[in-house]
């Protein structure tokens, strides 16, 4: 058991699963929200998916879901959350004002040692922290939805952030099982969002030109793409498929840029196409189904995550 403290500020989907992973790594764990009734139904959340996991013998770590549970508590006041904890991860809605007011805040509080850390999706750092005396200790720290599944972590520093903090967090995310990537250089979107985006847009463009239905094109991501996408990416895999990339080159260099240049312009998600994805979509899940939908998925995250985990 540690005796480091973690504060997560913010306790809605995300602070919560930071929550159980520090704890399952043993880490002292103190949440604050400005609604406390949201704290309190984090902890019933957190217990329930402890269970649950025991259960499924998924729990991560060594501690049993008692153990981890109590490693989690509640604090009365952003200042009590923080001002002894090494490490913070924000988790507020994606708001850049507000980031900016909580971050404010939380400068005023924590040790000059400490590392500030956001879940933001796509607010860039330099724009969280600009303010802050300690600027030099802020990271983006971006989760993938869910963490416990999806583990890749998107870390990226700001301009002035310390190289340690970098340093530091690699090794932490490393530390509580997640996978982290460092991101170099400051860039809308990150890089998970910018791929998931070009997918989505590519999507959109071919089903707007009636090349392939909805149902389809998901069928090439599940059954084409994705299959080999869940545990080796797509470098890894032209590399393997021809003997090293100067071959693969050699072989697809000049059908690939004829293709990337037929990708057309990137259009607003809006209008009739909006209404045929839509249309189409509640064809495959009725909207009065989308909860028991998402318990399946999050079943087979759970039956990947076990097969990826025996690999
Ligand atoms: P959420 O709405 O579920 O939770 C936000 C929580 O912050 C709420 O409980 C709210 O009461 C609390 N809050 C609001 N103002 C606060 C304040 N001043 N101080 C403390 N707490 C405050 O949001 P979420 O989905 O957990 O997202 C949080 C962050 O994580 C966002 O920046 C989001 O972009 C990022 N993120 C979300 C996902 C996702 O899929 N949901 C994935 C990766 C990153």
Redesign the pocket.
Known sequence: LKTEIVGV???????RSWAMLFAAAGYQVRI????PS?MCHALEEIKLQLRDLDKRGLLRGELTADEQFSRISTAAT?EECVKDSFYIQE????DAE??K??HAELDKYIRSNSILA?????ILPSIISEGLAHRNRFIVV????PPFYAPMVELCSAPWTDPEVMEITRALMKEIGQQPVTINKETDGFVLNRLQYAILGEGWRLIRDNVISVEDFDIVMKHGLGRRYAFMGPFETAYLNSEGWKVYSERYADMIYRIQRSFGEPEKMVGPTLDKIQGECEKMVPMEKLQDRRQWRDRRLTALAKLINDM
């Open positions: 500020v913010g306790s809605g989907l995300i602070g604050y929200d400005t609604d949201r952003l988790n507020v809605p994606e507000l980031k007011k909580v956001s879940s933001t999706s796509a971006h989760p993938t939805n």
